[in-house]
């Protein structure tokens, strides 16, 4: 708001489409900021702009790791990362899960258990988790689906 490029309205449509949107959301970010600035050749240069660095860094990386991927040490470093990897995707899944499916403030205004949880959320999620293993189509297929069942069933207290 202080430089007058974004209103807050803005930044929160700007979050909204980013983590409802598949991929990173620091690329969906830029990409959304900067089609907001300059339309679509906004939008490319924002992805580029922000893509292009990482994508430069991970290939010296990988460069440099390959000579020394039979290195006992390396291979012990990276060991211990998949358990960081696993415990920190672990953590935003239930960051995720306790943001959508629980309503602490309606459970501690109530004292109802009840109200603890987003029912038709969660029962969502379960339909949605077993729908996944049962039929086979693309994630962003159960995306579409979940956005399209939130605005029937006005989820967001729309």
Known sequence: EKTGWFTAQD??????????TPGPIGINMSTYAGFLTAGAPGGIIATLGLGTPCVIIILIIARILKKFKDNPYVEKAFYGLRAASIAMISAAGINVARIALVDLPAFQETGSVLRLFVWKALLLALILYFA????????????AISALVGILFHFGGV
Do not use: D, Y
Not at 11 to 20: C, Q, R, T, Y
């Open 11 to 20: 930044v929160l449509n700007l979050l909204a489409v980013s983590e409802s």
């Open 132 to 143: 996944m293993k049962k039929v086979k189509l693309h994630p962003i297929a159960f995306i």
